[in-house]
């Protein structure tokens, strides 16, 4: 089992950037894929970005590709999303979750954290 604790967002300013970071308890975290989700007021959550249980691949969706960047210290526990020339559209509560295997799709991931806020302000 793994709990995860995300921490790092808050309000920025258009154009600004901020790093995500998730926090794994368990000695286990190097073994799952991670993820981050996002979920805007009346949306559903969607992927954002995945990472491999060691790192070697990560995948995003086209809406944050070139401009987010996922990352994972195993020797830490901790996952990170760096995020770029934000955008109002970026706003959401944003999660990280983990998964045996590495996947866009929702369904897949076992185990969520409570999330944390981002607000990009225009």
């Known amino acids: 089992q793994v709990q995860l604790v995300e921490s790092g967002g808050g309000l920025v300013q258009a154009g600004g950037s901020l790093r995500l970071s998730c926090a794994a308890a368990?000695?286990?975290?190097?073994?799952?894929?991670m993820g981050w989700f996002r979920q805007a007021p009346g949306k559903e959550r969607e992927f954002v970005a995945g990472?491999?249980?060691?790192?070697?691949?990560?995948y995003y969706a086209d809406s944050v590709k070139g401009r987010f960047t996922i990352s994972r210290d195993n020797a830490k526990n901790t996952l990170y999303l760096q995020m770029n020339s934000l955008k109002p559209e970026d706003t959401a509560v944003y999660y990280c979750?983990?998964?045996?295997?590495?996947?866009?799709?929702?369904?897949?991931?076992?185990?969520w954290g409570q999330g944390t806020q981002l607000t990009v302000s225009s």
């Open positions: 979750a983990a998964s045996r295997a590495a996947s866009d799709q929702l369904s897949v991931y076992d185990y």
């Open positions: 368990g000695r286990t975290f190097s073994s799952y894929a």
């Open positions: 990472i491999t249980s060691r790192g070697l691949r990560t």
